[in-house]
């Protein structure tokens, strides 16, 4: 009798195993294409902006906007998680995302297709928290790495693939194919999802905080754009720091009416627990060196070497494919190893390779451009996903809805506001360099070379945040066991 109930045992364990990984396939799926797209425009902007005759200003809305209604969208997701089934919220997700994509392939004119864009952005900013919470809840403890190193894929992978990709399709098809090649895949995830995917966790009954969602909306949407209009340099305008003061201003009103209200929106307890504390902290410090970072390649590898956007976004490939490569692999070390010494290795070597791309000059090779990028790259993976992860285990299951929420979307303002301080310290170096060069060589010269020397000075300041990012991270715990069981204060 004891040996049937043990095989009956490993039968349901391996039943329960399979249809974890099968809902984990699902939900990468979705969120991958929700991730691509972030970045999916990029290189298809002059296309576009040639076709509608608008100029770079509006064009930029393709992309920003995306990412404005999608870090709009993440604080909504802690509710609807806790208030809808998971096949409900995923599969309503997975509609609007594919609607909007449909949309976008189909635009007569740039309204429509700004408007199919934000379509697209609400349902996948969903996708990510969603995944994160399921995640949580579908495996055990000592699994997690790994499952969360399989996401890494998705929000890793995906983003420095979309330039590339995006690349290839404009040069060889049209830019609307970027979204009919898309609309199948997300379509077909939809199919998969209706038939497969099971309720993961528990519904609970919460009243929706309409003040809340109101003061969440307006308080994250002014500071996102007061930030991505800050990417011109000119922070005197009141379109950047007018925006910025209107967010933050509505911003700790949000935090002050959820803090006391009965109903909240988003839990704030999460911040009870340190290490949660101590993660959204490196997060931040990170995000803002590697987004900002992130911009700095292209524009070197465009406006100083002269090569295309096509040759710019091969010059990143070889990183995306380690990301994909590894991100499964850093999820199994933070499972054996804890996430302190994981994290240090990877942020030295970013760090290393950041170094490495801050002492371009004119003359160098695209291969050495190619290995610092990459080296770069195999940092960051080390990095996110462990410390996605470990903040997540710190918590409780009950409050994990909300500390996925938190966690995203304080990364996206802080990527956000690095991109924007990173840009305006690149240009106001430029704009100095270009004026010291002008008695020197011609106009044009002088311009390279200033724009040269602004990558140069910004690459150096993004190896600071990483170095500082380095030193915190000796607040993270040892012992890969203690994080695990890590949910009191």
């Known amino acids: 009798m004891t040996k049937l109930n043990k095989i009956r045992g490993e039968l349901v364990d391996k039943a329960q195993n399979k249809n974890a990984q099968r809902v984990l396939t699902i939900l990468v799926i979705g969120t991958f294409l929700g991730f691509l797209n972030q970045t999916l425009m990029n290189t298809a902007l002059p296309s576009i902006m040639h076709e509608f005759q608008i100029g770079a200003a509006q064009g930029q809305w393709l992309t920003n906007g995306y990412m404005l209604v999608n870090g709009v969208m993440v604080p909504l997701t802690a509710f609807l998680i806790q208030r809808l089934t998971t096949r409900t919220l995923y599969l309503s997700a997975l509609a609007l995302f594919a609607t909007g994509t449909i949309v976008s392939g189909f635009a007569p004119n740039y309204t429509m297709l700004i408007g199919g864009r934000m379509i697209q952005a609400m349902g996948a900013g969903v996708l990510g928290p969603l995944m994160n919470v399921v995640v949580m809840n579908l495996f055990a403890v000592e699994k997690r790495g790994h499952a969360m190193g399989i996401i890494g894929l998705a929000l890793n992978f995906a983003p420095t693939l979309g330039p590339s990709l995006s690349g290839w399709i404009v040069t060889n098809l049209n830019w609307r194919y970027l979204f009919f090649i898309v609309a199948p895949l997300i379509?077909?995830?939809?199919?998969?999802?209706?038939?497969?995917?099971?309720?993961?966790?528990?519904?609970?009954?919460?009243?929706?905080n309409v003040l809340g969602v109101i003061?969440?909306?307006?308080?994250l949407g002014t500071l996102l754009y007061g930030f991505s209009n800050a990417g011109s340099g000119d922070w005197g305008s009141f379109s950047v720091w007018g925006f910025i003061l209107i967010g933050l201003i509505v911003t700790a009103s949000f935090v002050f009416?959820?803090?006391?209200?009965?109903?909240p929106l988003l839990n704030f307890n999460v911040f009870k627990y340190r290490q949660f504390n101590v993660t959204v902290i490196i997060n931040v410090v990170l995000m803002m060196a590697l987004y900002g970072g992130a911009l700095l390649l292209?524009?070197?590898?465009?406006?100083v070497m002269g090569r295309s956007a096509f040759e710019s976004g091969l010059v990143m490939l070889p990183g995306a494919l380690i990301t994909a490569l590894l991100s499964p692999?850093?999820?199994?070390?933070?499972?054996?190893?804890?996430?302190?010494?994981?994290?240090?290795?990877?942020?030295?070597?970013?760090?290393?390779?950041t170094v490495m791309l801050s002492f371009v000059d004119l003359h160098t090779s695209v291969y050495y451009v190619m290995a610092g990028q990459t080296i770069r790259q195999l940092g960051l993976v080390m990095v996110t996903m462990p410390i996605q992860t470990e903040a997540f285990n710190s918590l409780p299951i009950e409050i994990m809805p909300?500390?996925?929420?938190?966690?995203?979307?304080?990364?996206?303002?802080?990527?956000?506001?690095?991109?924007?301080?990173?840009?305006?310290?690149?240009?106001?170096?430029?704009?100095?360099?270009?004026?010291?060069?002008?008695?020197?060589?011609?106009?044009?010269?002088?311009?390279?070379?200033?724009?040269?020397?602004?990558?140069?000075?910004?690459?150096?300041?993004?190896?600071?945040?990483?170095?500082?990012s380095a030193i915190l991270s000796r607040f993270l715990n040892k012992d890969p066991q203690r994080s695990k069981h890590m949910v009191d204060a």
């Open 187 to 208: 379509i077909l995830d939809l199919i998969m999802a209706f038939f497969l995917l099971k309720n993961i966790g528990e519904q609970k009954y919460l009243k929706f």
């Open 215 to 219: 003061l969440s909306s307006v308080g």
């Open 257 to 263: 009416q959820q803090t006391h209200s009965k109903i």
């Open 298 to 303: 292209p524009l070197y590898m465009q406006n």
């Open 329 to 353: 692999v850093s999820g199994s070390l933070y499972d054996k190893y804890g996430v302190r010494t994981l994290t240090l290795i990877g942020l030295l070597t970013n760090v290393a390779g």
């Open 402 to 468: 909300d500390g996925s929420a938190m966690f995203t979307t304080i990364r996206q303002v802080a990527a956000s506001f690095g991109t924007a301080a990173l840009v305006t310290i690149m240009s106001i170096t430029a704009k100095g360099a270009t004026a010291a060069n002008v008695g020197h060589m011609s106009a044009a010269a002088a311009g390279i070379h200033g724009q040269l020397t602004g990558i140069q000075v910004t690459y150096h300041v993004a190896t600071g945040l990483v170095i500082l």
